[in-house]
């Protein structure tokens, strides 16, 4: 069976993909854990080096002021994984792509923990990072093998694993470091990865697809941006996500600078580990994919929204004491997780053909407001303090707020 190409009014027109059929029954609760841990594993492989910035400046003997090209190459191959990796779900059998992009995964990392020059070792991280959105096509797959009325749960679990991924990383990454070196942060990756591909390929129920036209590549890579053009869902949660993850960058990026000065003066490790406050956005993820499921997906959205807003009263009196921080991120991540989910509930609504392209769509906002975040905290704590930062991420959560609030009530077609 297939899906009917889908005209707008501007005579574009989407292309045909392959239908799904996807099981009845559901996604076992065992194989949703399963495909949540796969995603934490998978996105903090994008995490991994920020710890290890040093050791791998001094191994290589990078320029300490140029090293920050590990980050940014990372972060640049997840953006183009995006666009050319994910799309991909809505073409061919998705569990193939997972444990394909998996198997490569584990190829990449090995090649940067044997890396011989810094060249190479950039080039493999930059792999690392297109990669790494394998964790978006699972939340896509997960979604479509969901029961109707369990979608919103099932996505807030798997989500929920990304969260606790991007901050173990730091965490586990700077403690294998001290122990065994940054390079065996790497082959302890793969190594993980490598096991996770197989449980995968055991496990995850497949997609069944009947014959039907080929799209080509270049096609269905455009259709991403087709459907801006034809989806106002998709225009809305992708602002949305721009500005919350814009944020919560604000937030994160700069963090570590008044922690490690006086009078605090924190370890990398401490510092690291108390980074782990926000792993209540997992709970965040949780709830609001229950909230979803009973229908309360917008209004879950908006009280995340007022959360993340209200969530930097606290941020400004770090000053005081590292606890109003500690309640900070508490509070902001677990309103991040809750808009997070909501808007791909949303999302999944309204083009099941279409999910993994939604999912792109989505996410290349979302790195664009990481992107945007990380450059414009760096730059207003060096000319303004972290008066200054907090100030930024209330500004820009009180925006998306407004945005929300001026999208739910404005007239739809």
Do not use: K
């Not at 399963?34 to 791998?56: E, F, H, K, R």
């Not at 991280?125 to 969901?146: E, K």
């Not at 009325?149 to 586990?172: E, M, S």
């Not at 036209?213 to 996500?241: C, K, M, N, P």
């Amino acid at each position: 069976m297939t899906t009917p190409a889908r005209t707008t009014a501007a005579g574009t027109t989407t292309p045909t993909v392959p239908a799904v059929e996807t099981p009845a029954r559901g996604l076992p609760p065992a194989v949703n854990w399963l495909l949540s841990v796969l995603c934490g594993l998978a996105v903090a492989n994008v995490y991994y080096s920020q710890p290890l910035l040093d050791l791998i400046a001094r191994d290589h003997g990078i320029d300490p002021a140029a090293i920050g090209l590990v980050g940014t190459l990372t972060q640049i191959g997840y953006a183009l994984g995006l666009l050319l990796l994910v799309p991909l779900g809505d073409h061919v059998n998705r569990r193939a792509l997972i444990t394909s992009q998996l198997g490569l995964s584990v190829l990449a990392l090995v090649a940067v923990a044997l890396a011989p020059s810094a060249p190479l070792m950039l080039a493999a991280m930059a792999a690392v990072g297109v990669l790494a959105v394998v964790a978006q096509v699972v939340v896509a797959h997960a979604a479509a093998l969901a029961a109707p009325g369990d979608q919103g749960r099932v996505v807030g679990t798997v989500t929920g694993g990304i969260v606790v991924g991007i901050l173990l990383a730091r965490t586990v990454a700077g403690t294998i470091g001290d122990l065994a070196g940054w390079r065996a942060v790497y082959v302890a990756s793969a190594v993980a990865t490598a096991a996770m591909a197989l449980a995968v390929a055991a496990v995850l129920p497949a997609e069944r697809r009947r014959s039907a036209e080929r799209v080509g590549y270049l096609r269905l890579i455009r259709s991403v941006f087709t459907l801006f053009a034809q989806e106002r869902v998709l225009r809305v949660r992708a602002v949305l996500a721009l500005l919350t993850f814009t944020s919560i960058t604000v937030l994160l990026t700069p963090m570590v600078l008044p922690l490690a000065a006086p009078p605090f003066s924190l370890s990398h490790t401490r510092i690291g580990l108390l980074g782990l406050a926000g792993a209540a956005g997992a709970l965040g993820a949780g709830f609001a994919g229950r909230q979803a499921d009973r229908g309360r997906a917008d209004r879950t959205a908006g009280l995340g929204l007022a959360a993340m807003t209200v969530g930097w009263l606290p941020a400004a009196l770090l000053p005081h004491s590292v606890w109003w921080l500690v309640l900070a991120m508490v509070v902001i991540d677990y309103g991040l997780q809750s808009v997070h989910v909501a808007n791909q509930h949303l999302l999944y609504q309204i083009r099941p053909e279409a999910r993994s392209r939604l999912t792109a769509g989505y996410m290349l906002l979302y790195s664009a407001g990481c992107a945007a975040g990380a450059i414009l905290s760096t730059v207003v704590y060096e000319h303004g303090g972290w008066t200054s930062v907090c100030a930024l991420g209330a500004a820009t959560s009180l925006a998306a707020l407004g945005y929300w609030r001026a999208t739910t009530t404005a007239p739809r077609r």
